[in-house]
């Protein structure tokens, strides 16, 4: 089991950044078994996958965010981050943190999310 704390989500303006966390709690396993990806939706949108990450560090990204987003974890603490720099006003959403077995499956634990809203 897995569990999810999101936090660093605020009002921004265009051009600003936020740095988000995800602080993970693992009972039964330990965090390098997870893949973990930062989800976000916006009102009236559907969910995406804004960027991922393995227990290695391989990345991959959603290419509106590829060049301003850039995802990392700290496997000694268990905690994944999102750095948002560049901030648009569509970036505008909920951010979730969700996390996966690595050898495959759904994003089965997720987060409670956190607002980030980029204002003009």
């Known amino acids: 089991q897995v569990q999810l704390v999101e936090s660093g989500g605020g009002l921004v303006q265009a051009g600003g950044s936020l740095r988000l966390s995800c602080e993970a709690s693992v009972s039964g396993g330990i965090f390098t078994v997870y893949a973990v990806a930062w989800h976000r939706q916006a009102p009236g949108k559907q969910r995406e996958l804004v960027a991922g990450?393995?227990?290695?560090?391989?990345?991959n990204y959603v290419d509106s965010v590829k060049g301003r987003f850039t995802i990392s974890r700290d496997n000694r603490k268990n905690v994944v981050f999102l750095q948002m720099n560049s901030l648009k006003p569509e970036d505008t959403a909920v951010y979730y943190c969700?996390?996966?077995?690595?050898?495959?499956?759904?994003?089965?634990?997720w987060g409670q999310g956190t607002q980030v809203t980029v204002s003009s």
């Open positions: 969700a996390a996966r077995p690595l050898r495959g499956g759904d994003y089965s634990y």
């Open positions: 990450i393995g227990s290695g560090g391989s990345t």
